[in-house]
């Protein structure tokens, strides 16, 4: 079929008006999606205040301390997903989770472009949907969890 032809079918126009659906549910939650994370981490900040680190400390590998800091970061964090949920670690960095709370949602979202999820903004519906239903800082928002399953599916 040629495009112009393309646009005349309807099956095909209403796929891409789905599509459009799908991305301006996104842009919806943005917001949504981000102020319980960015809140949630300045509470890991607070819960766990920063001691002084050893030096000669690496990103892959930290001293004493700073790799303890990590390991009880990584157990609350661990904490927050969803009974049915399975973490994606492919997704995270753990050695960037102090400094970027968006690391700690995409560890919610199923496989995908990790290097270019930097934030709401830049993650794909999919990873959105999945993050409020893998995440137990959403409970408290969403009362029609079902929805956001079939949205996904
Ligand atoms: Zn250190």
């Not at 990590?70 to 049915?84: M, P, T």
């Not at 989770?97 to 690391?103: H, Q």
């Not at 029609?144 to 399953?149: H, P």
Request: aromatic share 10%.
């Amino acid at each position: 079929m040629e495009v112009i032809g393309r646009f005349q079918d309807h099956t095909y126009v209403n796929w891409l008006k789905a599509g459009q659906a799908l991305l301006c549910t996104a842009e919806g939650l943005y917001e949504f999606c981000e102020q319980p994370i960015k809140q949630y981490h300045r509470d890991l900040h607070t819960k766990y205040p920063r001691k002084p680190c050893k030096g000669h400390c690496q990103e892959k590998h930290p001293c004493t301390v700073c790799s303890d800091r990590r390991q009880v970061w990584k157990k609350d964090v661990l904490s927050q997903l969803a009974a049915q949920a399975r973490p994606c670690w492919k997704n995270t960095d753990m050695a960037k989770y102090e400094a970027d709370p968006w690391e700690i949602a995409k560890l919610c979202m199923g496989r995908g472009d990790d290097e270019g999820r930097t934030s709401a903004v830049t993650t794909d519906p999919i990873g959105l949907l999945q993050l409020v239903l893998n995440c137990r800082l959403f409970d408290n928002y969403v009362s029609a969890r079902q929805s956001f399953v079939k949205v996904r599916e």
